[in-house]
């Protein structure tokens, strides 16, 4: 370590920038996000089980096979209903937690209506997958009832990969308009980096993101030849300087060169497996505490929200495991560190964070809850990083 360089005051300096009120903020807003799985996974169930005591789904089935059966026809048919049916019964939850905490916390400028507008288009596009996704796994259901939940394991982790790779060119677009980075050093900094990196260095953009959120972010999205690299014009709102883009996009694009999309993937996939194992045996006692009527067993697509209320209760206990691919960002954040060497560009970056991100929470909260590492761990570790990599001028 560098003499004279102090990385806990150097760190306690860079949380100093931030009032206490605006600390005291992202901590309530962050605490409350905790509370939300709780009230979410409850929203949840609770618009499951009207869907399955209506029998709506039932009916819909029934009446699809009633001159034929026609299983594929009839998945499709009964989980579009009741993905109408739950996207409806979710609206007022959706509205309060996507935009009017937001909306109370600073977090986005964007009015009600057009919120509700790019809603209706993502349930619109979540609808289509959902019901092609869903549709595939009951075929699954079908032809291998024993080991259908293995292979849905592999179907989560191809599925996320498929869109993975769509994302750029199919919906993104549909939500913002990118535009080419203009020319400039910025533009050259990134050109220069991504060809050191091995990161496709012809398709860099600026985005809108001040349209939806007001949160500084940027990232690499897309594969093979649908990969990018995206920056929300709210980076350059808050005033980042080109320290800041490099360590940004160095970040983003160590996800890219250390292929973790691939490894998140296959994780995905597991924890899938996982959860799939535990539906195929909790099935029938969830239907029978539901109370339901007319659905057939695990085939039957009209049981559809006996799986989404499993998947609600398991996604409670299973958020620590999830948030243990904060490996990812911590390996991330050494790539940009080892690769780009700004330290203090990603300590300026992660303040612009603090405002939708408690810095400082204890250990069992992060390890619970957080899917990134707490800005405070990680400003540290840029300072460190800095103490072990200064020049002796560097101090003077």
């Known amino acids: 370590m560098a003499k004279g360089f102090d990385p806990a005051a150097a760190t306690a300096a860079y949380l100093a920038q931030v009032p206490p009120e605006v600390h005291a903020k992202a901590t309530a807003y962050t605490q409350g996000g905790h509370w939300l799985l709780l009230w979410g996974a409850i929203v949840a169930v609770l618009a499951a089980w009207l869907v399955l005591r209506s ?43 996507q ?38 796994l009951y075929g699954l259901i079908r032809r291998a009832p024993r080991t259908w939940w293995a292979w849905g394991g592999g179907l989560v982790s191809i599925a996320f990969v498929v869109l993975l790779v769509l994302g750029p060119v199919v919906f993104e677009p549909l939500f913002n308009t990118y535009r080419e980075a203009p020319p400039g050093p910025i533009r050259d900094a990134i ?82 497996m996982a959860a799939f194992f535990l539906v195929d045996r909790l099935f029938s006692p ?53 690769h780009v060497n700004e330290p203090d560009g990603l300590a300026r970056a992660l303040v612009k964070t603090i405002e939708y991100r408690a810095a400082t929470p204890s250990k069992l909260e992060e390890v619970l809850f957080y899917d990134h590492p707490a800005v405070g761990a990680r400003i540290r570790m840029a300072m460190d990083w800095k103490a072990a990599h200064m020049k002796v001028d560097d101090l003077h």
């Open 286 to 338: 969830v239907l029978r505490w539901t109370g339901a009527k007319g659905v057939q067993g695990l085939a039957d697509p009209a049981g559809f929200p006996v799986i989404g209320i499993i998947m609600a209760v398991l996604a409670l206990p299973a958020t620590p495991i999830y948030g243990a691919l904060r490996y990812f960002e911590v390996a991330a954040d050494h790539y940009s560190l080892e």
């Open 55 to 97: 029998g709506v789904l039932v009916g819909a089935r029934q009446a699809v096979e009633s001159r034929k059966a026609r299983p594929w026809l009839a998945a499709a048919a009964v989980l579009a209903l009741d993905a109408v049916i739950e996207t409806v019964l979710h609206l007022p939850w959706t509205i309060y937690t």
């Open 99 to 136: 935009w009017w905490r937001e909306k109370a916390y600073g977090l986005t400028s964007r009015a009600l209506p057009g919120f509700l507008g790019e809603f209706a288009l993502t349930a619109v596009i979540s609808l289509v997958v959902s019901v092609l996704l869903a549709s595939l």
């Open 191 to 272: 050109v220069e980096m991504a060809k050191a990196n091995g990161v496709p260095h012809d398709k860099i953009y600026v985005y809108d993101g001040s349209k939806q959120s007001n949160r500084y972010t940027a990232n690499v999205s897309g594969l093979f030849g649908t990969a990018r690299i995206a920056m929300s014009d709210v980076m350059f709102a808050k005033g980042a300087d080109l320290a800041e883009v490099k360590a940004v996009v160095g970040h983003e694009m160590g996800h890219y060169v250390r292929k973790d999309m691939f490894w998140l993937a296959a994780a995905l996939g597991l924890m899938g």
